[in-house]
């Protein structure tokens, strides 16, 4: 079974930059694609990103394209959030999760949820 932790979260500035990171731990992660969500308060949670287990494909929310990047680092079993020109709108708490091969945005089609990280952008 695979275990997911998020860390990387604080409080930052409008215009700043931030890296979260996805670590798996009891087994590898490398069969399954993993999805970024937020969730803002009093909202539902929502998809940020995506990354493949297969080719390594990408895929963001529009909200967030041109500003994040995942990527995943398999030898540290790590999958990677790297958010720039943040603004209040990307205040949330994010989470990562263990997605279908292919990636996807429905959170439903995800599992293995972490405890997320609290993500703040102050104006």
């Known amino acids: 079974q695979v275990q997911l932790v998020e860390s990387g979260g604080g409080l930052v500035q409008a215009g700043d930059s931030l890296r979260l990171s996805c670590a798996a731990s009891?087994?590898?992660?490398?069969?399954?694609?993993i999805g970024w969500f937020r969730q803002a308060p009093g909202k539902e949670r929502a998809f940020v990103a995506s990354?493949?287990?297969?080719?390594?494909?990408?895929d963001y929310a529009d909200s967030v394209k041109g500003r994040f990047t995942i990527a995943r680092d398999s030898a540290k079993n790590t999958v990677y959030l790297q958010m720039t020109s943040l603004n209040a709108e990307d205040t949330g708490i994010y989470y990562c999760?263990?997605?279908?091969?292919?990636?996807?945005?429905?959170?439903?089609?995800?599992?293995?949820w972490g405890q997320g990280t609290q993500v703040t952008v102050s104006s």
């Open positions: 999760a263990l997605g279908p091969v292919f990636g996807s945005p429905l959170v439903s089609a995800h599992h293995g």
């Open positions: 009891g087994r590898t992660f490398e069969h399954y694609a």
């Open positions: 990354i493949s287990a297969i080719d390594g494909s990408t």
